[in-house]
């Protein structure tokens, strides 16, 4: 297992020398390109990070660098790299972040010495947003969208209502009342007709009074029963 190397003081074998400013760094690493280039050959740098870092160095950000590294380079009559090492906390200097697929490449460069250095790790996938968000963001764009305009339709025509017929009422025949004596008008008659006839030969004045009414009556027959045969 490697050890950790623990550096106290930094400034002692620089690999570019010191900078007060983005622009100052710009210049050492332009000055001593060759040098810059070699050590981050020896960090393990690839040819499409090490152009990303150089493209990266007009908008470095000044940070805090961290204490634990995987290297950090210097220079002693020649370019060297010490791996796995530990700086004195509250180190600043100049950051790079080189991103390839979910690689994460930190390069710093501490303002006290130039000393090109890495941290490397993976940069996790950002998690795929919900399903309620994007539901919830539909609505709220339908929400916002204006509402469609009123469709123009025709009034239903009222279809009228059938017309009951009322059935022709014919008015009942009257009822035809016989009546129980069916002999009384003929013996009226027969009683009224000879006084006609009569005063009809005679000019005589009828006489005063009330007309005597003869009623004739007529003869029941009278039915002998047969006896019996023997």
Not at 24 to 39: F, P, Y
Not at 119 to 135: F, W
Not at 139 to 146: D, I, L, R, T, V
Not at 165 to 194: C, D, K, N, S, T
Request: a positive charge.
């Amino acid at each position: 297992m490697a050890q950790t190397h623990h550096i106290t003081t930094l400034g002692r074998a620089p690999l570019l020398g010191t900078s007060t400013s983005r622009a100052q760094m710009s210049q050492l690493a332009h000055a001593n390109s060759e040098r810059l280039a070699l050590a981050g050959q020896k960090l393990g740098m690839t040819s499409a990070e090490y152009r990303s870092f150089k493209a990266g160095l007009s908008t470095a950000k000044y940070v805090v660098v961290p204490r634990h590294l995987d290297g950090m380079s210097w220079y002693d009559g020649g370019t060297y790299v010490t791996a796995d090492v530990m700086i004195p906390a509250g180190t600043r200097g100049w950051e790079v972040d080189v991103v390839r697929n979910e690689h994460l490449l930190r390069v710093f460069m501490p303002a006290t010495c130039g000393n090109l250095s890495i941290l490397r790790s993976m940069q996790p996938r950002l998690a795929a947003k919900p399903a309620k968000a994007s539901v919830e963001s539909s609505m709220e764009k339908m929400a916002m969208a204006p509402p469609p305009a009123p469709v123009a339709t025709e009034a239903p025509v009222p279809t009228p209502a059938p017309v009951a017929q009322v059935a022709e009422i014919h008015p009942a025949p009257a009822a035809v009342h016989h009546a129980r004596f069916g002999w009384l008008p003929y013996l009226l008659v027969g009683a009224v007709i000879p006084l006609l006839f009569h005063g009809g030969s005679q000019s005589q004045p009828a006489p005063s009074g009330p007309v005597p009414v003869t009623v004739v009556a007529t003869p029941v027959p009278i039915v002998t029963p047969c006896p019996p045969a023997r």
